[in-house]
């Protein structure tokens, strides 16, 4: 594998909205503690969503913003609300009501805009990525989307906030461009202040056709590459388990990237069994995770 290695300078773009849909669901929950964490970060609006075809649940449903701050020891115990905005973020909370879940989300992102979407998928269905809604709401306005599993505690703690993010995946292949990913997993871990740990890059394929990289010197974390034969969604997921990873980051291209794959049993072979949060962040855009 061919790569170069530089100082990390890219200008950061700055993410305004988080867009988090929910279902009230357990692993919502988790989803949630990620939105919330990644709007706190970047010091944006959060919006938390909704959509059911009677519209009758309420605003209460959703999990608690202060009392979450409140656990997470941001705030302290019995703050008013008036003192969520004073850690920089705007939270908003959108009941919505129509037969099509999807079409809530999207008529919302066309409306507010989102910068970055996270997601929950459930095992039993992946709800909020069954038939189409995956690729419209993740791909709409080309922009980062967050998918966490069910069953899986992501890297970030709804108890208290902590992250665990050591170990990250990078599957890289000529197209979609590799490198937005790359960057992105960077700008994670130093926004998130994680000290320490490991990417792999990972490219599934002859070794003739591994796409030249920049790997970022980043103190106190390694570049491990390696090259693989296979099924790639079989071998994605086989490395992911073997190297414990916390997070894979993925770049994606629209029509021949990774989420057009989502349409069918690789969204399923995927997300139903990945073993840690994925991170889709388009080739296209400069957007790299959680920085403001």
């Known amino acids: 594998m061919t ?13 305004r909205r988080v867009l988090h849909p929910s279902d009230f669901s357990e692993a919502s929950l988790v989803a949630f503690a990620h939105a919330l964490k990644a709007a706190l970060i970047s010091k944006s609006k959060l919006a938390l969503i909704h959509v059911s075809d009677n519209g009758q649940r309420d605003w209460t449903e959703f999990p ?18 008036s003192a969520v905005p004073e850690l920089g973020i705007d939270v908003t909370k959108v009941i919505g009501c129509g037969p099509n879940p999807v079409e809530g989300v999207l008529g919302y992102i066309e409306q507010h805009g989102a910068d970055l979407i ?20 993740a791909r709409k306005s080309g922009e980062m989307t967050l998918f966490v599993p069910a069953g899986t505690p992501g890297f970030v703690s709804l ?14 292949a000529a197209t979609p461009r590799p490198q937005p990913a790359i960057d992105g997993a960077v700008r994670l871990i130093q926004q998130l202040r994680r ?3 490991k990417f792999v890059l990972l490219h599934v394929g002859e070794n003739g056709s591994v796409p030249t990289v920049v790997t970022p010197e980043v103190p106190g974390w390694t570049w491990h590459k390696m090259t693989k034969q296979g099924d790639v969604i079989e071998v994605i997921l086989e490395t992911a388990r073997q190297a414990d990873v916390d997070l894979i980051v993925m770049s994606t291209d629209g ?11 690789h969204s399923e072979r995927v997300l139903r069994h990945a073993p840690c949060p994925l991170l889709a962040i388009p080739a296209s855009s400069h957007t790299a995770a959680f920085v403001s």
Not at 3 to 15: G, W
Not at 64 to 75: I, P, S
Not at 159 to 172: K, Y
Request: proline fraction near 8%.
């Open 159 to 172: 108890a208290d906030g902590s992250v665990s993010l050591r170990n990250i995946l990078i599957p890289i």
């Open 118 to 137: 996270v997601l929950a998928t459930h095992h039993h269905g992946l709800d909020w990525l069954h038939k189409s809604i995956s690729e419209p709401v």
């Open 64 to 81: 608690g913003v202060r009392e979450t701050l409140e656990r997470w020891k941001l705030l302290p115990a019995g703050s008013p609300p």
């Open 3 to 15: 790569t170069t290695s530089e100082s990390f300078s890219s200008t950061p773009s700055v993410i």
């Open 255 to 265: 029509r021949s990237g990774f989420l057009d794959a989502l349409r069918g049993s």
């Open 195 to 197: 000290e320490s740990g």
